[in-house]
């Protein structure tokens, strides 16, 4: 592939700017144009989540989307998931207090879908971060840490 | 959970995975992050035919290909020790002649880039002379079955047969193992029962799909040497493959291992790092061999098997005699089959009594994926069928399912067949466990609803060596450095516990570090459970020793009887008086340690070492029109000795049960015309949050007479083997309709159901 395009991109608030294949993958553009390993690329057909990132404050699969897409948008990756000063976010502090993570090869993608869903605002009628964790597998739990996580930030949002 | 009183500081408490900050962060490194400067990619060219002969392959237009730098194809192993397998050596690293298998590999490519890659194996033009598939056991054992190979014994490596039993290796075409087991004179007993049941359980293809496929990054500084960063569990094994295949000294190949994305059996023995080994050494070049998803699904999966049991009781409803007659559909190569058949052909007597227990277990070759270990290593099919028996018995003789596996169960103490390690565990505690939760907590009068028990009692730990070495550093942090692999089992955390209760100082100073087979004591590979038992004794000895270094140095600076002085807190206590370990570094002296070190290494006999009990009870609800069934509550209950990590031990347990329910309700890569339909990880369903029943309890009992430190057992297998038992059984006390053969499929469910009304038109 000859032809090549740049594309502008804030990812984690810093601005980036690159010349890219039209066939590039945002997951290979964070994980190798930007060293983002933080982002894992595990199923690579979307089926997963492990490279759950957010565009513009929505999950999406960055191994189903191609970079260009990205193009002009605000990107989330775990990179920037954490506070400011380093410390553990809500969500991560509550799966991090539940035990969650096993291997942890799917915690990257299961961490920016729940930072997705507490970005949404209004949260989507009908539909709970519960129903959204099941976009992601994880093969080493039996997903009960999550649910106490779930249970957690629930009550810390319920008692602020 | 049922507690051992806990006097310690470490030990038995729920410590956070010590990676698990890197883990959240995305700061954890796998080794499909690693990379090395001037590092090329491969990809591999898989067949397209389960069975074919090769005519020829044309790799011309590929190494035409601009970036392109190397190709090897069967050709390139010549002079090679070319194939593998865990006891039997007959998978070539890439395929020879011949193709037994459609996504085998046939090529492979080393690039500047994996894009480029891509377009290599595509322009690599392969003339096949197709053969015969041979998808599946009766297929293979068909009379005009093409045979898979010349008939030729393959080079083996086969252990001797444990007590009572005997194997024959490849014993006729398409069979690549026959394995007998007996004791008791099986047809006297079962001339003397007054009940005799026969029934016939299949199981499905089933894969691991961790989440991070198999990769291996391959570099050959010279043709003597090879260096490979893997995610296989097993780098001190792999260092032996690799160095047989290549005609290297082992000393001369190192293997590097850190956190592996999960593996649940897929990534033990040697598996594709031959192939990146082969392209590094002809391309003088690193090379980063990294599989997707879907070709890891490929490299390896569970057995599909057939299981014939007939079972003998007395009119008392005592167990007395059974025979099992199993076939294992071992795919196209060894892998670790053979060892997978003699596991499970001598423990078909599960937890129970019996007087006489006869087996048969024939591994069946297909042009299928390789089988090989998988969680459980055959207890999984062991417990799917003995335990479904088990209540269809109760039922025949009118006992209930959990009267009748209580009155049977082995005593604590007692061997369960000759030779056999005596039983670690309380089976009436833990079963009574499980069965008073349910009596607590059944309120519905939904008559479609029903409860299944099932019970199953896994060897762990055997044939293991772990050597460990701890290295306490005078600023007074310690290194742990071990062999046994991070896979998500959070061995890590166990053995830094394990250390810091030994040494009696703060899990924050002590560091695990990754595996280099060059620095670090050996392993003899991340299998059956053994990690916190056989690798943690290793450590809890090496700490010893290394606090022992630290008294003996502080008596000699002290001038003192080591007797009087005592090491807690990375303290030298002497008397009143107390000092830290820089205190007694004396600049002046030319004797001053680097660190003080210890080092052990324990070998555990064959046979197991424990046994890893496991207790389920699952309530379900069965829509009797769809077939299509709801797990509403889920519990188990483990004997773990003792929890070194509680938390670690349910997550190891809930994980293996979630892995259970998948194989009991959906789980299958299934075939049709020799091809995989369901091997892609969209097409293969896999259990997600919403298919866990939101009652899902696992219960820890700590029966304290594990062989491990602190009376520690392993757990790491024992949640998954139940669970397709305890849920047909649930589903037949529901609607009174049983399925046989997994996954239990809402058509397979419908069907038993109108299997039964057709066969009582009263109804159930
Ligand atoms: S790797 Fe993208 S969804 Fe699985
Ligand atoms: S922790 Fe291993 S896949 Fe989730």
Partial sequence: MTESLRIHIKVNGRPESAEIAPNLMLVDFLREHLGLQGTKLACDQGACGACTVLLDGRPVTSCLTFAFAADGADLQTIEGASRDNGTLSQVQNALHDCGVP??????????????????????????????????????????????????????????? | MTALPNT???????????????????????????????????????????????????????????????????????????????????????????VRFAGEPMAAVAAETEELAYRAIAAIHVEYDVLPAISCIADALAGNAP??????????????????????????????????????????????????????????????????????????????????????????????????????????????????????????????????????????????????????????????????????VSASGETVVRDAVVELDGGAYADASPSVAMRMGTRFNGPYRWKGVRTRVRVIRTTTIPAGSFRGFGMGHVTWACESQMDMIAGRIGLHPAAFRAQNFLDPGSSGAPGERVLDCDLTEGFNAVRNRIADKTTSANTNRGTGFAVACKGGGSSHRADARIDIHPTGDVTLAAGVTEIGQNTRTILTQVAAEVLGMDTARIRVVNIDTHSTPFDSGTHASNGATVAGLAVRDAATKAAAEVLLFAAGRLQCRVEDLSFRQMLIVHGSASYSLSDLIDPTMKDNPASFSGAASVQTPGGSLFWMPIWTVAEVEVDDETGIVRLTRLINAADVGRAINPQRCISQIEGAAAQGLGQALFEDISYRNGQPLTATPLTYRMPRLADIPADFETIILEQGRGPGPFGAKGVGESGNLTIPAAIANAIADAVGARVMDLPMTPDKILRAIRAKAGASPSGR
Avoid at chain 2, 31 to 38: E, I, K, R, V
Avoid at chain 2, 39 to 50: D, E, G, N, Q, V
Avoid at chain 2, 173 to 190: H, K, R, T, V
């Fill in chain 1, 102 to 160: 096993q291997c942890g090869f799917c915690t990257p993608g299961m961490v920016m879908m729940m930072e997705g869903f507490a970005r949404q605002d209004p949260l989507p009628p009908g539909q709970t971060l519960e129903t959204w964790m099941n976009a992601n597998l994880c093969r080493c739990s039996g997903y009960q840490g999550f649910r106490r996580a779930l249970d957690q930030l629930a009550n810390e949002a319920g008692n602020p």
């Fill in chain 2, 147 to 312: 045979p898979l190979f010349d008939g030729r014994l393959h080079p083996s490596s086969l252990q001797p047969p444990p007590l009572c039993s005997s194997w024959v290796q490849e014993p006729a075409p398409n069979i690549l193992f026959d394995f007998s087991y007996s004791f008791g004179d099986i047809e006297a007993l079962f001339a003397g029962c007054a009940h005799i049941s026969e029934d016939r359980f299949t199981l499905a293809r089933q894969s691991h799909a961790a989440l991070e496929p198999h990769v291996a990054i391959a570099f050959a500084s010279d043709h003597e040497h090879v260096e490979v960063w893997s995610n296989n569990q097993d780098p001190f094994l792999l260092r032996e493959d690799i160095a047989r295949i290549f005609g290297l000294s082992a000393e001369n190949v190192r293997f590097h291992a850190g956190l592996v994305g999960g593996g649940f059996g897929s990534k033990s023995y040697c598996k594709i790092e031959p192939i990146a080994v082969l392209l590094a050494r002809k391309t003088g070049r690193p090379v980063r061999l990294a599989l997707t998803m879907a070709e890891s699904m490929m490299t390896v999966c569970d057995h599909p098997a057939e299981i014939r049991l007939r079972t003998g």
């Fill in chain 2, 8 to 98: 310690l500081a470490h030990v038995g408490r729920s410590l956070a995975d010590v990676n698990g900050h890197d883990k959240l962060t995305g700061a954890a490194r796998y080794a499909s992050d690693f990379s090395l400067a001037g590092m090329l990619h491969a990809k591999i060219l898989r067949s397209p035919h389960p069975h074919a002969r090769i005519v020829s392959i044309d790799a011309s237009k590929a190494l035409a290909v601009p970036g392109v730098v190397g190709v090897v194809s069967g050709e390139d192993l010549s002079g090679l020790d070319h194939t593998y397998g865990m006891f039997i050596r007959d998978q070539p690293v890439i395929a020879v002649d011949k």
